[in-house]
Structure formats: C-alpha cells, structure tokens
C-alpha cells in the first residue's frame, strides 16, 4: 500500500480512517510530521493549521504538534491532552547589537528586548535572564513584534526592528534569530544560548480518548513507528531533507543549513521533561492569571505508554 498524504479538505477513500493532524505550517519543527505522512506512514493523514488547540477543541482531531508551552496552557483545563512523543529541541538564542554596549547577558538590564509574551519565546527570555543573569522582567522592557521567514525583512518584524534600533536585542525561534543576524551584520551581534537552562520542546500530542480507542491508538502506534524512521533522516542526513523543508515551510536552504545545527531530531521523551513542565507552568499561570499545577497533575500529561508500544512492535 502506497502512502498517501491528504491535503486539508480531501477525503480519505470510502471506508478509509485518516489520521487528522493539527500543526503550525510555518514553522520548521512540524515539517518531520508531513515528512512522515508523505514517505514513512502506511496510511492516510490529513494536516490543519494550528496545534494543541485544535485537538482540545475538535474530537476530530487525533494528533497535534506544539511546543511545551502551548501544552501547558490548553492542559489547565483540557486534562484530557498527553505528550506521547518528543519531535524536536530547539536551544534558543537572543541576539543583541553590540553597539548598545552589550557583551553579557546582565547587559541586557535596562534594555528593549523583542519577544512575545505568553509562548515559549516568552518563557525563554525570562527563564533565560532571571537564571543565568538575575534580571528580573521590571529591569528590562518587553517589545512585541512580528516574524519573518526571509529576508529582507519588513517594518515591524524582529530582524527589521534589530537592524534599526528599535529594540536591543530579541529572541525567538529559528529562523527568526538567525535573519536577526543576518540583518544586523554578525559581526555586529552578541549571541548568547544554553541549552542547559532552556530549550524548546517541541512534542506530538494526543488525547486520552484517542489513544482508549482501540482502533485509533493503533494508527496512532503506526504513525509513532514511522515517525521514528523519518526523524532519523532529519537527525543523521539534513541533506536529504533541505528541499522539503523549504518548500513546506518557506525558508530557503541556505538559511536552513545556518540554522539546521541548533535542532535536535532524536526524538524519545526527554528524561527531564517533568522538571521542565513544572517549572515552566509556573510563569504560564501567572500569563494565564491561574494557579500553577501540582507536579503530580503534570506527570499525567506525560503518556510513555504509546512509545512503548510502537518500540515493542518493532522487534
């Protein structure tokens, strides 16, 4: 049976069960789900625009791929949702103008830094700052703005506002960061990144619906499987895959083999991955106006039962 991918709005063959997957198009850490869907998965699947969201608030929906923040903020009142499978882990970056005086992080007191609020880049900065430079947010101001996936970027977006001065410095994901770069000159730019403090997370998600019905958890199992051989290929052969993630998502090569060294395909659940959600949950309750989560609530949106399965039938 040849795999079969399904655009957004064509049905699967009369009596066929297609997997619905919901995912930001625009961004890189989705493109290995497509990938698997087109070459890996024997199966159907049709794709939506969008994430944890849709799979909360559309039964049709079985799997959605989004970074851990999301989760925790459709989690609080979606108990419902599980992270079955790890896609990608992306160590973020802020780049600053070194003209504005900055060579350490601490520098950053008193300066506009673009990011936006409420999403992992959020988190990312002031995780980042209150960790590894004890800036609290009232010693730096927040500037929103918009993205860009090549250049030259326009009026409004993070590398735009970095080359002309509006803001100080910004972080977010790739390939945002690295256009930042490239538009103010990198010999002009300070990086700063550890993965050690913080990295996304980018996971597939399912529900506990989804994975009780026995017909659907083994689609999902299936899909599981071949994901794992797809991620492989991203992770020990970028080459192969440089085109196809272009054109998914727009960005072309070159700037995908600048920024491809700061993903991580291996996959698995990250073994800290709870210590990660606890902590996180914390600043997304307080963006969110709600009480953070107790760790033991949290450990049930974990669900490593789906991998075990897809490794076990695999021998």
Known sequence: MQPKFLLLGVLAPLGECALKIAAAFNVIEYVPLLTTSQDYFNGSASFVNGGVA???RDTTVDLAGNAETQALRQFNNNPSLRIIWNVAQ???RIAANKARGISALKDLKGK???TVSGTSAGYFIEHFLSTSAGLK???YTVVSGNVCHEAPCGSGTFP???ARGEIDAFGFWEPILQLGIDALGENKTVVFQDKKVY???YNLHSTKEKLADPKKRKE???FLRALIKAQQVFEMQPEKV???VSKAVDVSVPLLEKVWRVHDWTGGIPEDLLDVLVEEDKYVARVDKRTAATREKLKTLIDTSVLEEALRAKT
């Open 54 to 56: 849709n799979i909360v």
């Open 90 to 92: 992306v160590p973020y």
């Open 112 to 114: 506009k830094i673009g």
């Open 137 to 139: 947010p009232s010693d």
């Open 160 to 162: 735009y506002m970095l």
């Open 199 to 201: 990295r996304e997370i």
């Open 220 to 222: 999902i199992v299936q």
């Open 242 to 244: 440089y085109a196809r």
